[in-house]
């Protein structure tokens, strides 16, 4: 004897049937993708642990914060521009202090190529220092957001045989800047400068 939910009933009622189980397992299904893979990925939210798993939680944030179109500053916007000379094996170092999220947009153009680190150190952590952008080059352009509170700027060093001509250009809401030059430090408030 066959044990089907099905027999007995009408053919109006059998496809009736089969509309709702297939109605169900489609919920189920959707339910499914939902709690393991939408909401970690979507909304950094893991009720079973798959997301974390797949490696999907937040994959709808770039850094896991959430970024605001619009970031007040504490501080007053400023301009700055500045022109180095370096004799073959010269250095010059040129910082900004930022506050955290603080943004810089810089343009800085050489009469040659020349060896640059564009790094930051924390006022916070003890002897923290991280590079964002180093190499061999005559130029580069960029906006910068400061990871975290402290002074954030270039090294630039003459590696060849001619003199070089840097210029920097930024814009940001900075309130020093510092040059650090032949073991002297030059310091620039414009903390009070529009």
Do not use: C
């Not at 970031?71 to 250095?91: A, I, N, Q």
């Not at 010059?92 to 564009?118: G, H, M, P, R």
């Amino acid at each position: 004897m066959k044990n089907n939910i099905s027999e007995g009933l009408s053919p109006e009622s059998r496809s009736g049937v089969k509309i709702a189980l297939a109605t169900a397992g489609a919920l189920s299904v959707a339910a499914l993708v939902l709690v393991t893979t939408i909401l970690p990925a979507e909304f950094n939210r893991d009720p079973l642990g798959t997301g974390a798993a797949m490696g999907l939680m937040g994959l709808s944030e770039s850094d896991g914060r959430t970024r605001q179109t619009v970031e007040k500053e504490e501080t007053k916007f400023h301009k700055d521009t500045v022109s180095f000379e370096l004799l073959p094996f010269e250095y010059v170092e040129y910082k900004y202090q930022l506050a955290l999220d603080s943004t810089l947009l810089y343009n800085w153009t050489a009469s040659e190529v020349i060896s640059f680190d564009f790094h930051g150190e924390s006022h916070d952590v003890e002897g923290f220092e991280k590079s964002y952008s180093m190499g061999k080059e005559d130029h580069e352009y960029g906006a910068f957001v400061a990871p975290f509170n402290g002074i954030h700027g270039w090294f630039w060093e003459n590696r060849g045989a001619n003199t070089v001509t840097i210029t920097l250009t930024t814009a940001g809401f900075y309130t020093e800047a510092l040059k650090f030059r032949d073991g002297q430090v030059e310091k620039k408030d414009l903390s009070r400068k529009l």
